[in-house]
C-alpha cells in the first residue's frame, strides 16, 4: 500500500501542473483582464463627471477628453487595453507592474508555479488581504455545506436502498425509482430557487432566512440558540444540494444489496434458518456497504465541486465557490488560480483517501498490482 501511495502522490504533481497551466492559458485569452478593470473605473468616473457638467461646461470636458486621447495617440498607448485612449501611457505601465503583468507570459507561470510550490498565493488584486487568508477565511463555509450535506445524502439514501433492494420491483421500489431519477433531473440552482419562492418569502411562505448562514445577533445568543440558529440557515442550501445526490447512491445502496442477496452464503445462512433480519443486518449489510462507506470521500469531492458554487452565489454564503465567482468576475487573477490550486489539491486529496480506504475495508482489493 505505502508503495501505491508513494506512486500516487508522486502522480499529483504533472497533474496540479498540467491544470495549472491549462487555467493559466485560458487566463491569459479572457478580455477584460485587471488592467482593463482599472482602466473601466477610470473611465467610468469621468464619464460620471462628465454627466454632471450642464450645457456649454459638458461640451467643454468633451473637448478636453478628446485632446487628452489624441495626445495618448501620438505618445503611443499600447492599444491591447481596449478603452484605454487618452491615459497617460506611463500609468498604464505603472498597472501592469502592480499587477505583474509586465513579465512575458512564460516568467510569470514559471513564477506562479515557483511559488504555489511553496504554497506561497500572492496578494489579492482588488482586496487588502492575501489569498491565502481569503482561503482560510472562506474555507470553513465551503467545508460545513459540503460534509452536512454528504451526510444527509448518506443518512436518506443508505436506508432507502436497502428498502428498495428489499422490496425490488414493488409499487414503493417504482415510485421511489421516479421521485429520485425526478430529483436527479433538476440542477441544484434551480431547485434552489424553487426553495426560496416557496421558503423563503418569495411567494408564498417566508419560513427560512434568505442569505447567510448567521442571524444579526448571532454573537450574542447563547450556544444553543446559536447551533439552531445555523442549522435554520443551512436548511435551504443544504436540501437544493443534496438533492441531486439521492439518485446515485440510493441505486448504488440498491445495487449492492441486490448483488448480495443473491450470493449463495445468504441462501445457505437463511437455510440455517436464520431470521430475514439477522441476514440482511448481520450478514449482508456488512458487504453490501463496503463499497459505499468507501466511497464518501469521493461523494463528498462531488458535493463540494458540483453543487458549491451557484448554491453559495444564490445563498450568499461567503465561501470558497463565492469567492472564486467573484474573483473571476473581477478578473482577480491571484485569488482565481488560489482557490483553483486548493480546490484541485484537495480533489486530488480525497481520491487517494477514498482509494485508501477501499483496500483498508476490503482487503482483497489491490491496487498495488495495477498501474497508476
Known amino acids: 500500500m505505502l508503495a501505491y501511495i508513494i506512486r500516487r502522490l508522486l502522480l499529483m504533481i504533472p497533474t496540479l501542473f498540467g491544470i495549472m497551466l491549462l487555467n493559466f492559458i485560458v487566463l491569459q485569452f479572457l478580455p477584460g483582464g485587471p488592467v482593463e478593470q482599472v482602466i473601466a473605473q477610470l473611465m467610468g468616473t ?11 461646461g459638458s461640451a467643454e470636458v468633451s473637448q478636453q477628453g478628446q ?21 497617460d501611457p506611463e500609468l498604464i505601465k505603472d498597472l501592469e507592474r502592480q499587477f505583474g503583468l509586465d513579465k512575458p507570459a512564460h516568467e510569470r507561470f514559471a513564477l506562479l508555479v515557483w511559488n504555489y510550490a511553496r504554497f506561497d498565493f500572492g496578494e489579492s488584486f482588488f482586496r487588502d488581504q492575501s489569498v491565502i487568508g481569503l482561503v482560510v477565511d472562506k474555507m470553513p463555509v465551503s467545508i460545513s455545506l459540503g460534509i452536512w450535506t454528504t451526510l444527509l445524502t448518506y443518512l436518506i439514501c443508505i436506508p432507502l436502498g436497502i428498502a428498495k433492494a428489499v422490496r425490488d420491483g414493488s409499487r414503493f421500489d417504482i415510485w421511489t425509482s421516479t421521485a429520485i431519477i425526478v430529483g436527479y433531473a433538476i440542477p441544484g440552482f434551480l431547485f434552489a430557487v424553487l426553495l426560496i419562492v416557496l421558503f423563503a418569502g418569495g411567494s408564498f411562505w417566508d419560513l427560512f432566512p434568505l442569505r447567510g448562514l448567521t442571524s444579526e ?10 447551533i439552531a440558529d445555523y442549522f ?28 448480495e442477496i443473491n450470493k449463495h452464503y445468504v441462501v445457505t445462512a437463511r437455510a440455517k434458518g436464520l431470521g430475514e433480519t439477522r441476514v ?11 463499497i459505499v462507506v468507501a466511497g464518501f470521500p469521493s461523494a463528498f469531492i462531488g458535493v463540494l465541486f458540483t453543487g458549491s458554487l451557484l448554491i453559495e452565489v444564490i445563498f450568499s454564503l461567503d465561501g470558497l465557490g463565492l469567492l472564486g465567482f467573484e474573483a473571476a468576475l473581477n ?4 485569488v482565481v488560480m488560489g482557490t483553483l490550486y486548493v480546490f484541485t489539491l484537495m480533489g486530488l486529496a480525497l481520491n487517494l483517501i477514498g482509494d485508501v480506504m477501499y483496500m483498508l475495508i476490503d482487503p482483497r482489493i489491490d491496487f498495488e498490482s495495477r498501474e497508476v
Open 331 to 334: 478578473r482577480d487573477y491571484p
Open 67 to 87: 485632446g487628452a486621447g489624441q495626445r495618448g495617440a501620438e505618445a503611443g498607448v499600447s492599444s491591447k487595453y481596449r478603452g484605454a485612449q487618452g491615459l
Open 46 to 56: 469621468a464619464v460620471e463627471a462628465t454627466a454632471r457638467v450642464s450645457g456649454g
Open 280 to 290: 440482511l443486518y448481520g450478514h449482508v449489510f456488512r458487504n453490501a456497504m463496503l
Open 232 to 259: 435554520w440557515h443551512m436548511v435551504l442550501p443544504i436540501t437544493a444540494m443534496a438533492i441531486g445526490g439521492f439518485a446515485t447512491l440510493t441505486m448504488l445502496t440498491k445495487n449492492s444489496f441486490l448483488d
Open 217 to 226: 445577533g448571532w454573537d450574542e445568543m447563547s450556544w444553543p440558540a446559536r
